[in-house]
């Protein structure tokens, strides 16, 4: 089975710094990989996705990820860390269904808290 | 541009009742997928529709029922509720190729009480 995995329950940084949120993934084949992030009580938004081609993925809200398949790692970063980005993250690995329905299995989520 | 659709927001039940929720689809997306999510844990699959038929299931209760009609949208059909059944239930859609994100509901929450 496919799996993706959060190290870290928290990550605190301050407002300015970069951050990293830590993602692994256990996959059979070329993985397909995304991140969200979920506003408390709100549902899931896409960020950004890898499924071929440059290792650096850019998504929204000057959000980026690296691929790097030696070290199966999907990590999630932004340069410059703003208050409004704390919230839950969560890398996610996308199967591969005969048919479609491709269902997304997500890792336990970081919480990512951004101070002044 | 539209966004998934989910009916209730906010569902309270009492033990032993039924409760049935709504998802509606992004126009043009035929594959469907639930999720629920309890306090602080991360969205656990529950079950997935493509073109109206299932096509993968994860852990569902067996009290649980889902189906997706002619306008791809879909109902999850909870009987017998549990107070471990409170949760936030997400609503999925996506195309059905893998390289595609899937695009999320704002969710149901329910509380059995």
């Known amino acids: 089975a496919q799996s993706v995995a959060q190290p870290e329950d928290q990550v605190n940084v301050a407002e300015g710094n970069p951050l990293t949120v830590k993602c692994t993934y256990s996959?059979?084949?070329?993985?397909?990989l995304f991140w969200y992030v979920q506003y408390p009580n709100r549902g899931l938004q896409f960020l950004l996705k890898?499924?071929?081609?440059?290792?650096l993925v850019k998504g929204s809200y000057g959000f980026e990820a690296e691929f790097n398949k030696s070290q199966t790692s999907f990590h999630l970063k932004k340069p410059s860390a703003l208050v409004s980005d704390s919230a839950l993250y969560f890398c996610?690995?996308?199967?591969?269904?005969?048919?479609?329905?491709?269902?997304?299995?997500f890792g336990t989520g970081t919480q990512l808290k951004v101070e002044l | 541009a539209a966004g998934v659709i989910q009916s209730p927001r906010h569902l309270i039940k009492e033990k032993r009742e039924t409760a049935t929720l709504k998802c509606y689809p992004i126009?043009?997306?035929?594959?469907v997928y639930w999720y629920q999510q309890g306090p602080g844990q991360d969205p656990q699959f529950l079950i997935s529709?493509?073109?109206?038929?299932?096509?993968d299931k994860g852990s569902i209760p067996d009290r649980f029922s889902a189906q997706q009609f002619s306008d791809y949208h879909s109902e999850l059909n909870m009987s017998s509720l549990e107070l471990g059944d409170s949760a936030l239930y997400f609503c999925?859609?996506?195309?059905?190729?893998?390289?595609?994100?899937?695009?999320f509901g704002q969710g149901t929450r329910l509380t059995v009480v």
């Open positions: 126009p043009r997306h035929d594959t």
């Open positions: 996610a690995v996308r199967d591969k269904y005969p048919g479609g329905g491709n269902k997304l299995t």
């Open positions: 529709f493509y073109e109206k038929m299932q096509s």
């Open positions: 996959v059979s084949g070329n993985p397909y």
């Open positions: 999925a859609s996506s195309s059905p190729d893998r390289g595609t994100e899937a695009f």
């Open positions: 890898y499924i071929t081609g440059d290792n």
